[in-house]
């Protein structure tokens, strides 16, 4: 599978920003996607997953309550909608799948795509 995060862009704390990751292939709904962000001059860190089917999610404590992360699989799209954004959320953001594994391992996702560049000026 191969994906492209998108979305990305400059705002003001406090604001919304939706993400979008599409991924190609008609097997997109088999997949477990995570969301991992890097903020700058830091290591990548988990942000949050959502299970194949969207039954489950999960998040990271630091935007949990903040953030939400939905999926239609129709669409071969996993969004990342985020509220009430922090500075400390700035950062490149990436999506990636993989079938077997969903869990806050981001090293164990198999499938990266570029990520989008989130900004938010304090």
């Known amino acids: 599978v191969q994906l492209q995060a998108s979305g990305g862009g400059l705002v003001q704390a406090g604001d919304s920003l939706r993400l979008s990751c599409v991924g190609s292939?008609?097997?997109?709904?088999?997949?477990?996607i995570a969301w991992i962000r890097q903020p700058p001059g830091k290591e990548r860190e988990f942000v949050g997953l959502?299970?194949?089917?969207?039954?489950?999610?999960g998040y990271a404590s630091s935007v949990d309550g903040r953030f939400a992360i939905s999926r239609d699989n129709a669409k071969n799209t996993v969004f990342l909608q985020m509220e009430i954004l922090k500075h400390e959320d700035t950062g490149v953001y990436y999506c990636?799948?993989?079938?077997?594994?969903?869990?806050?391992?981001?090293?164990?996702?198999?499938?990266w795509g570029r990520g989008t560049l989130v900004t938010v000026s304090s």
């Open positions: 990636a799948a993989d079938r077997d594994y969903s869990g806050s391992d981001f090293k164990r996702y198999n499938y």
């Open positions: 292939g008609r097997s997109f709904g088999s997949y477990n």
């Open positions: 959502i299970t194949y089917n969207g039954g489950s999610t």
